[in-house]
C-alpha cells in the first residue's frame, strides 16, 4: 500500500460503495454549455445543476466579446497581472466592480475562491479575529486558516447572537472582522446585512461580504445585496465571483485604494496565481452590458424563482428560508437524497445531491439553481417531475 493511503482509506471506502451502488451522481459527463437543458450522460436534462443563474455564458453578444479578444489577446497573459501586467480590459473590470460597490477600487483574482482567501487574509491576520456566520463558505474558512487569525462562529443569521460575540471580545483584538455570504450558496437565504451594520460599526468591527450569488442578481438592477436593501455604501469590504451570474470565472475584491494596493502586492492567492485570461474578461464584461441593457433577464430570472418557490410549497416541499435563485429541498436524509437525485436524473432533472460534510447532518437537501432562460414549459416539466418522484420517496 503506498504511504498516502492509509489517510485516504476511509473516505476511499465510502467512495467505493458509492459508486459501486449506481447512486454517484458527481462530476457527470456532459456535452453541452450551460443552458437551460443541459446534455449530461448523453442526454438532455432540465439544468438545475448550474449557479450560471442568469443563462449568460451562451449569450451571444458575451460570446462575440470572448471571440473578439480571443483574436486579439489570444489564450492567456502568461503570469500572474503583477509580473506580466494588468490587460485594459481587467482594469475595465476592476473600475467597474469599484463603481458597482461604492468603493475606491478593485482587485480581479483568478477565481472567487482566491479572491475571498485573499480578501481575509489581507484584513485579519495572527493575533487577529474574523467571526464568521456558521454558514460561511468554506473559501471563507480557508481564507482564516491561510490567515492565521482566531476563528469564531456566530448562529446562521443571528444577530442576537453576532451582538453578543462582539460584546464578548471586545477589548481581546483591536481587528476584529466580520465575515457573512450575501446569498448563502446552500440555502438561498440572505445575510442581514443592515442589522448587522448596527452592530458592527459602532463597535469598529469591519464586515467583508461574499457576494458570489447576490451580484447581479439581487437589488432592482443586480447590483447586489446593498441595492437589495436599498443602503448607500458603507465601510463593508467586498468579495465575489464572476462564475455565478456571468457562469464564467474570476473572482474580486473590492474596497479602498490603499487595501486594494495592498492586495496587488501582498496576497499570496492573488501575486502567486496566473490571471484570468482577456477573453473572459471581455466576455465577463459583455455580461455586464446585458445585464444593463436587456433587463428582461433579470426580470425573468426573479419571475422563474417565484414560480418555482411556489411551486414546490404548495406541492408541499420545504425550500427552507430561501428567497432567491439557489434552492434547498430539504429531504434530511443522505441515503433518499442520493436515491432521490437519481431517479430526477433519470426522469430529466439535473440537481445537485448535498449532503454532509456539505451541508450539517439532517439537513441533506437536493439543491436546485434557477436559471433566467428556463422556460415555463420547462419549469412546469421540473415541478411535475418532482412532485411524482417526491411521492415515491414520501417526501410529500
Ligand atoms: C459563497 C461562495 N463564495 C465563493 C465561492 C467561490 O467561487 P468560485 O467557484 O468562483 O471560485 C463560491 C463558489 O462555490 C461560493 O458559493
Redesign the pocket.
Given at each position: 500500500m503506498k504511504p498516502y493511503m492509509k489517510r485516504l482509506e476511509q473516505q476511499m471506502g465510502l467512495l467505493k460503495m458509492l459508486r459501486a451502488s449506481g447512486l454517484h451522481t458527481y462530476g457527470l459527463d456532459v456535452s453541452s454549455g450551460c443552458q437551460a437543458l443541459m446534455r449530461a450522460e448523453g442526454k438532455d436534462r432540465i439544468n438545475f445543476i448550474s449557479?450560471s443563474y442568469m443563462g449568460f455564458s451562451t449569450h451571444p453578444r458575451v460570446l462575440e466579446a470572448v471571440s473578439n479578444a480571443v483574436k486579439e489577446y489570444g489564450l492567456g497573459i502568461g503570469g500572474s497581472p503583477m509580473a506580466c501586467g494588468n490587460t485594459v480590459l481587467h482594469q475595465k473590470l476592476s473600475r467597474l466592480l469599484a463603481e458597482n460597490y461604492g468603493k475606491q477600487a478593485a482587485l480581479i483574482y483568478p477565481?472567487?475562491?482566491?479572491a475571498?482567501l485573499g480578501a481575509v487574509q489581507g484584513l485579519v491576520g495572527r493575533g487577529d479575529m474574523a467571526m464568521v456566520d456558521a454558514l460561511s463558505?468554506r473559501?471563507i474558512i480557508d481564507g482564516c486558516i491561510l490567515s492565521g487569525c482566531k476563528t469564531r462562529s456566530w448562529k446562521h443569521n443571528d444577530t442576537e447572537d453576532l451582538k453578543a460575540l462582539i460584546e464578548r471580545t471586545e477589548g481581546k483584538t483591536e481587528n476584529r472582522l466580520v465575515v457573512v455570504?450575501s446569498v448563502y450558496?446552500m440555502d438561498g437565504d440572505l445575510a442581514p446585512l443592515p442589522q448587522m451594520r448596527e452592530i458592527c460599526d459602532p463597535a469598529k468591527v469591519t464586515i467583508l461580504i461574499?457576494e458570489?450569488?447576490s451580484l447581479g442578481i439581487m437589488g432592482k438592477t443586480g447590483k447586489g445585496l446593498l441595492e437589495h436593501f436599498d443602503l448607500v455604501p458603507g465601510n463593508e469590504v467586498v468579495a465575489g465571483?464572476?462564475?455565478k451570474f456571468a457562469g464564467a470565472?474570476g473572482?474580486f475584491v473590492a474596497g479602498d485604494e490603499d487595501l486594494i494596493e495592498y492586495l496587488f502586492h501582498y496576497s499570496s492567492p492573488f501575486v502567486f496565481s496566473a490571471s484570468i485570461p482577456p477573453a473572459v474578461v471581455a466576455g465577463i464584461l459583455a455580461s455586464f452590458d446585458v445585464l444593463q441593457s436587456e433587463p428582461q433577464w433579470h426580470e425573468q430570472l426573479w419571475e422563474n424563482v417565484h414560480f418555482i418557490l411556489d411551486g414546490l410549497k404548495s406541492l408541499g416541499f420545504d425550500t427552507g428560508n430561501s428567497s432567491s435563485p439557489v434552492i434547498p429541498v430539504m429531504i434530511r436524509d443522505t441515503e433518499k437524497v442520493l436515491r432521490m437525485n437519481r431517479r430526477l436524473l433519470d426522469e430529466g432533472v439535473y440537481a445537485s445531491p448535498v449532503v454532509h460534510p456539505g451541508v450539517p447532518l439532517k439537513k441533506e437537501r437536493i439543491r436546485l439553481g434557477v436559471m433566467a432562460t428556463h422556460t415555463q414549459e420547462q419549469l412546469q416539466r421540473a415541478l411535475d417531475i418532482l412532485e411524482k418522484v417526491g411521492k415515491e420517496f414520501d417526501v410529500i
Amino acid at each position: 500500500m503506498k504511504p498516502y493511503m492509509k489517510r485516504l482509506e476511509q473516505q476511499m471506502g465510502l467512495l467505493k460503495m458509492l459508486r459501486a451502488s449506481g447512486l454517484h451522481t458527481y462530476g457527470l459527463d456532459v456535452s453541452s454549455g450551460c443552458q437551460a437543458l443541459m446534455r449530461a450522460e448523453g442526454k438532455d436534462r432540465i439544468n438545475f445543476i448550474s449557479n450560471s443563474y442568469m443563462g449568460f455564458s451562451t449569450h451571444p453578444r458575451v460570446l462575440e466579446a470572448v471571440s473578439n479578444a480571443v483574436k486579439e489577446y489570444g489564450l492567456g497573459i502568461g503570469g500572474s497581472p503583477m509580473a506580466c501586467g494588468n490587460t485594459v480590459l481587467h482594469q475595465k473590470l476592476s473600475r467597474l466592480l469599484a463603481e458597482n460597490y461604492g468603493k475606491q477600487a478593485a482587485l480581479i483574482y483568478p477565481s472567487g475562491y482566491q479572491a475571498l482567501l485573499g480578501a481575509v487574509q489581507g484584513l485579519v491576520g495572527r493575533g487577529d479575529m474574523a467571526m464568521v456566520d456558521a454558514l460561511s463558505h468554506r473559501s471563507i474558512i480557508d481564507g482564516c486558516i491561510l490567515s492565521g487569525c482566531k476563528t469564531r462562529s456566530w448562529k446562521h443569521n443571528d444577530t442576537e447572537d453576532l451582538k453578543a460575540l462582539i460584546e464578548r471580545t471586545e477589548g481581546k483584538t483591536e481587528n476584529r472582522l466580520v465575515v457573512v455570504d450575501s446569498v448563502y450558496s446552500m440555502d438561498g437565504d440572505l445575510a442581514p446585512l443592515p442589522q448587522m451594520r448596527e452592530i458592527c460599526d459602532p463597535a469598529k468591527v469591519t464586515i467583508l461580504i461574499d457576494e458570489a450569488h447576490s451580484l447581479g442578481i439581487m437589488g432592482k438592477t443586480g447590483k447586489g445585496l446593498l441595492e437589495h436593501f436599498d443602503l448607500v455604501p458603507g465601510n463593508e469590504v467586498v468579495a465575489g465571483t464572476f462564475s455565478k451570474f456571468a457562469g464564467a470565472v474570476g473572482g474580486f475584491v473590492a474596497g479602498d485604494e490603499d487595501l486594494i494596493e495592498y492586495l496587488f502586492h501582498y496576497s499570496s492567492p492573488f501575486v502567486f496565481s496566473a490571471s484570468i485570461p482577456p477573453a473572459v474578461v471581455a466576455g465577463i464584461l459583455a455580461s455586464f452590458d446585458v445585464l444593463q441593457s436587456e433587463p428582461q433577464w433579470h426580470e425573468q430570472l426573479w419571475e422563474n424563482v417565484h414560480f418555482i418557490l411556489d411551486g414546490l410549497k404548495s406541492l408541499g416541499f420545504d425550500t427552507g428560508n430561501s428567497s432567491s435563485p439557489v434552492i434547498p429541498v430539504m429531504i434530511r436524509d443522505t441515503e433518499k437524497v442520493l436515491r432521490m437525485n437519481r431517479r430526477l436524473l433519470d426522469e430529466g432533472v439535473y440537481a445537485s445531491p448535498v449532503v454532509h460534510p456539505g451541508v450539517p447532518l439532517k439537513k441533506e437537501r437536493i439543491r436546485l439553481g434557477v436559471m433566467a432562460t428556463h422556460t415555463q414549459e420547462q419549469l412546469q416539466r421540473a415541478l411535475d417531475i418532482l412532485e411524482k418522484v417526491g411521492k415515491e420517496f414520501d417526501v410529500i
